[in-house]
């Protein structure tokens, strides 16, 4: 552009700015660009939260076979509950079954007063989630128990350790607790000890 004889200093400078900016060669590439690391999080974030899901659920479903397949029993031995152990720990599999933690009891209420519920005997596996002593109290949520009765509870943990993003998140624990009552009697003796 000429201003009264001179010539405009910045030309040679706005021509290649101009053409740049009308020029539309890769502008998909820089779409592509900004888009695929959003893409990546929201695909790796999908399959953190689809195996969180389905680790929580075997977690729920382990509580569930436990309490259930020691409350089938009339009397077990240590040996009889190392086997169910076993056996809910193909439920989890191919999840890593070191991190699954279980804790297997029976409660009872007493003759006279149904809220005061303890302990008859307990066994943990893999360390167990909490330790009881025998005739410990044990809260237990109401309606469940009547007077003079016992229910088995299976309190299951699970320390989850994210897949993908492992060195960012820490491992937290999945919990679940289940309670179900005994199918052919009052109580589960355990190694002999009766309950009621």
């Given at each position: ?108 209420s007493g003759i006279t007063d149904a809220t005061d519920t303890k302990v008859c005997w307990s066994h943990n596996h893999n360390g167990g989630v909490n330790t009881y002593a ?63």
């Amino acid at each position: 552009m000429k201003l009264d004889g001179f010539r405009d200093p910045f030309g040679s400078v706005r021509r290649p700015i101009r053409k740049f900016a009308r020029n539309k060669d890769g502008l998909a590439a820089m779409e592509f660009a900004f888009i695929v690391p959003i893409m990546l999080l929201l695909f790796i974030g999908v399959v953190e939260f689809s195996q969180a899901l389905t680790i929580d659920r075997r977690v729920t479903q382990v509580a569930s076979s436990a309490a259930d397949l020691i409350a089938r029993e009339k009397s077990l031995t240590t040996a009889d509950v190392e086997g169910v152990m076993q056996i809910i720990a193909h439920l989890v599999a191919p999840y890593d079954a070191s991190r699954l933690k279980v804790t297997v009891l029976n409660v009872y209420s007493g003759i006279t007063d149904a809220t005061d519920t303890k302990v008859c005997w307990s066994h943990n596996h893999n360390g167990g989630v909490n330790t009881y002593a025998d005739n410990q109290k044990y809260g237990m949520p109401a309606g469940i128990l009547g007077k003079g009765s016992s229910a088995i509870v299976a309190e299951v943990t699970y320390d989850y350790q994210p897949l993908i993003f492992e060195y960012f998140l820490s491992a937290f624990k999945m919990e679940e607790t289940f309670y179900l009552k005994p199918r052919l009697s009052n109580s589960v003796e355990f190694n002999t000890k009766k309950c009621l």
